[in-house]
């Protein structure tokens, strides 16, 4: 029974990457007007109105996107703690990881729900925290992963990566294609630790 629900939450990590890239693209191809993956950023396929357009469909696939992606996330979070639970310091470093990464959840929901073209504070507020809060996870666990031995320290290396990335682009460089990196790198990372979490456990 434990082992079922840890695979499945290791599945989540996967499941809700795949969900959020297939709906983010058929958002792209319905954006009123045409999107542009280079010059339009994500928040854009959630705005309720594009210039004089309803985009009533646009702005729920984008919800749908980011709540999903949410949601899948929290028992990837609890599962992915499992695997650190050696030494004390795994284990104070996994539930702090956890923890970050749940608290990060709501946000990820959060700044598609709040329209950018009508709650602009909000949607802007939530983005930050959710970058900042998911990166600080990854960050964590990525310190976790050199510590564990079941762990190669590529995993640990890609994710300073991915959360280098994230953090670049929430305090310097804000273009839609930096955006388009930072997203997809976390997308990428959640797959590839759930995909390695499924190996680990099959172990078990």
């Not at 959020?20 to 010059?39: H, Q």
Request: with cysteine; proline share 1%; net charge positive.
């Amino acid at each position: 029974m434990t082992l079922d629900w840890k695979r499945m939450g290791a599945f989540s990590g996967i499941l809700g990457g795949v969900l959020f890239v297939v709906m983010t693209l058929v958002n792209m191809a319905v954006y009123p007007g045409g999107y542009s993956f280079v010059e339009n950023y994500f928040s854009e396929l959630g705005l309720t109105v594009v210039g004089l357009q309803d985009n009533l469909l646009g702005y729920v696939l984008f919800s749908a996107a980011c709540t999903s992606a949410a949601v899948f996330s929290v028992p990837f979070w609890i599962a992915i703690r499992k695997v650190f639970t050696d030494t004390r310091l795994l284990r104070v470093l996994s539930w702090l990881g956890t923890i970050i990464g749940v608290v990060a959840a709501p946000f990820l929901s959060a700044l598609a729900l709040y329209a950018a073209n009508l709650y602009g504070y909000e949607h802007g507020m939530s983005t930050i925290l959710f970058f900042i809060l998911y990166s600080s996870a990854i960050i964590v666990y990525s310190i976790a992963m050199l510590a564990n031995k079941q762990y190669n320290r590529l995993y640990a290396l890609i994710g300073f990566a991915v959360a280098a990335v994230c953090l670049v682009h929430i305090f310097g460089i804000h273009t839609a294609l930096m955006q388009k990196l930072a997203v997809y790198s976390l997308v990428l990372w959640s797959a590839f630790q759930g995909y390695r979490l499924l190996q680990l456990f099959k172990k078990q």
